[in-house]
């Protein structure tokens, strides 16, 4: 039986296998979206119909009870009804205060909006009203509302080329969310490992600060890794603050190291693995690419960190 899609006094029969995102664009319907992995919830929609569980995997309790769902991960055996024709998620506006290389293949954007958030979460950024991509918050909610993202730019990629070359201070953008669970929380005691690969920086970064705001006493192992030493910044800011935070431990790691000061050339899975034999009794940070954050937390978990303790960001590709 091929399952249906009432959207918009139209009904869009399903291909086999093919999402209610993806038959809709097909369609010639504008559906926001971004990922397609279940992650920005960009593409979120509304139904009264009976609705797969995956479709609203990863929702708040209230927003399935109301029916939203993913339409990226919405693959119903029967027909459905979408009620919401707008994007359900709300999106508030931003003010582009700064545009700044950190190295040479990652910009920092700060952004000026009255947002509530928590430090590690993650927002959307909207290029127009029906693209948008998500990136971690590397600030913490302070008073002056800046909002710090780091992005990494690809010679093809739409979205960093748009930000280092079309975008200017003053210009306004769209944002949404915030989402995501990789955030500081319990013992204030507890030793943190907190692993970075590339602009998976960016949240530690932010965990890093509201652990330290927050007076976190234990000790605090900071690694953060490239495949290039060149791709490695906040080098100098990340040791001051070891400086000035006796329980704080900074390791920088590359493929290679180009002969930079304190960067160590090494695999960081065999670094971590000789550094941190064991991490029983850690709380653990990954944050980065799918395949590193899928190693490592299997890594930390084998050395002894409990699953629980084990808190991840993943950066999903998006080709670029
Ligand atoms: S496009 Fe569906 S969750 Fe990102």
């Known amino acids: 039986m091929t399952a249906i899609v009432h959207y918009q006094s139209t009904a869009v029969p399903l291909d086999h296998g093919e ?27 509304q139904s009264e119909s009976e609705l797969p569980a995956t479709a609203q995997a990863g929702l708040k309790e209230n927003q399935k009870s109301l029916g939203y769902f993913l339409a990226c991960q919405c693959k119903p055996a029967e027909a459905i009804t979408i009620a919401g024709a707008a994007e ?15 190295s040479k293949s990652v910009v920092r954007l700060q952004l000026k909006a009255d947002f509530k958030y928590i430090a590690g979460q ?18 913490i909610p302070t008073e002056d509302n ?18 280092e070359n079309d975008l200017r201070p003053g210009d306004k953008v769209d944002i949404s969310g915030p989402m995501g669970e990789c955030f500081y ?11 970075a690969m590339g602009t998976g920086l960016a949240p530690i970064y932010g965990i890093l600060q509201d652990a330290l705001v927050k007076g976190h006493v234990g000790k605090i192992n900071i690694v953060a ?20 935070n006796p329980q704080l431990n900074t390791h920088f790691v590359a493929q290679c190291s180009d002969g930079r ?27 980065g690419g799918e395949n590193f954050v899928k190693k490592m937390k299997r890594q930390a978990f084998l050395a002894g960190a409990n699953m629980p303790d084990i808190y991840a960001d993943v950066f999903l590709a998006f080709g670029e």
């Open 19 to 45: 999402t209610v995102l993806d038959a809709l664009l097909r369609s010639g319907f504008d559906i926001p979206h971004g990922c397609k992995a279940g992650a920005c919830h960009a593409c979120m929609l």
């Open 88 to 102: 359900a998620t709300k999106r508030s506006s931003a003010e582009v205060i700064s545009i700044q290389s950190l």
């Open 122 to 139: 993650y927002i959307n950024l909207w290029k127009d009203p029906l693209t948008c991509r998500s990136y971690s918050l590397a600030s």
């Open 146 to 163: 800046i909002l710090e993202l780091h992005i990494k730019i690809f010679e093809h990629g739409v979205f960093g080329q748009w930000i």
């Open 185 to 195: 929380s319990g013992d204030k005691s507890s030793p943190l490992l907190m692993l």
């Open 225 to 244: 890794a490239a495949r290039d030493a060149n791709d490695l910044y906040y080098l100098d800011l990340l040791s001051n603050m070891a400086k000035f």
């Open 261 to 287: 000061e304190n960067v160590t050339e090494a695999d960081v899975y065999s670094y971590v693995k000789a550094e941190f034999s064991s991490t029983k009794g850690y709380r653990v940070y990954l944050c």
